[in-house]
Structure formats: structure tokens, C-alpha cells
């Protein structure tokens, strides 16, 4: 079973930036495509950014698209998600995922899951 731990939430301003980071001690962390999705108070798990576990290909939801950067660090065992511009509509749990597909960008396709960070936008 592979353990997915993510740091870094918080509460910051509209405009402001915050870090999230997700770690595993599973081995075989440099063979899962990593993912972050987002649920919003009342919404649906959505699908924010990937990495896929070649280390080559990235992507974004449109809604995070130049404001997001998706990172690993195969050697450190995790996944990071720079988010900059941050809006109030980003307000939700950021929950970190894994999975053995090469690329993935549903809820249904991820193996694993984080237990989630809240992150929270005033205006």
C-alpha cells in the first residue's frame, strides 16, 4: 500500500502563493505518474495537475494553467505543487494521488490518495 502525505496547506491572500508538497517512502515513487486534485465545499474532486512518471510530461486543468507548476523529485520521493496567483476560487482540500498509468487525469484512474491539505484564498 502505498502511503501519499502531503504538506503545505494553509490560509493566504488572494494574490499570494503557497507550496504543497506530497511524500511517500514507496520505492517505486519514480514509476507512478503523480497527480493533485482539488474538492471544493459542495463540488467534486477535480483533476488540478499530473506528472507522469517518465518525468516528461506534464498537465493542467485550464482553470490553473500559468498560475500552477507541478514538480518532482524522484530522488526525495515527492511531488510538488507551486501555486501562485491564487484566487478565491482555489479554496479547497488538495489531495495528492499516484498511479501506475502513464498519465492520468481522473479521480477513477488513481491507485492511492493523500488524505488532503486544506488550502483556503480570502479575498
Known amino acids: 500500500q502505498v502511503q501519499l502525505v502531503e504538506s503545505g496547506g494553509g490560509l493566504v491572500q488572494a494574490g499570494g502563493s503557497l507550496r504543497l508538497s506530497c511524500t511517500t517512502s514507496?520505492?517505486?515513487?519514480?514509476?507512478?505518474?503523480m497527480d493533485w486534485f482539488r474538492q471544493a465545499p459542495g463540488k467534486e474532486r477535480e483533476f488540478v495537475a499530473a506528472?507522469?512518471?517518465?518525468?516528461?510530461?506534464?498537465l493542467y486543468a485550464d482553470s490553473v494553467k500559468g498560475r500552477f507548476t507541478i514538480s518532482r523529485d524522484n530522488a526525495k520521493n515527492t511531488v510538488s505543487l507551486q501555486m501562485n496567483s491564487l484566487k478565491p476560487e482555489d479554496t479547497a482540500v488538495y489531495y495528492c494521488?499516484?498511479?501506475?498509468?502513464?498519465?492520468?487525469?481522473?479521480?477513477?484512474?488513481?491507485?492511492?490518495w493523500g488524505k488532503g491539505t486544506l488550502v483556503t484564498v480570502s479575498s
Open positions: 494521488a499516484a498511479t501506475a498509468q502513464a498519465m492520468a487525469v481522473t479521480a477513477r484512474s488513481m491507485d492511492y
Open positions: 514507496e520505492r517505486t515513487f519514480s514509476s507512478l505518474t
Open positions: 506528472f507522469s512518471w517518465n518525468g516528461v510530461n506534464t
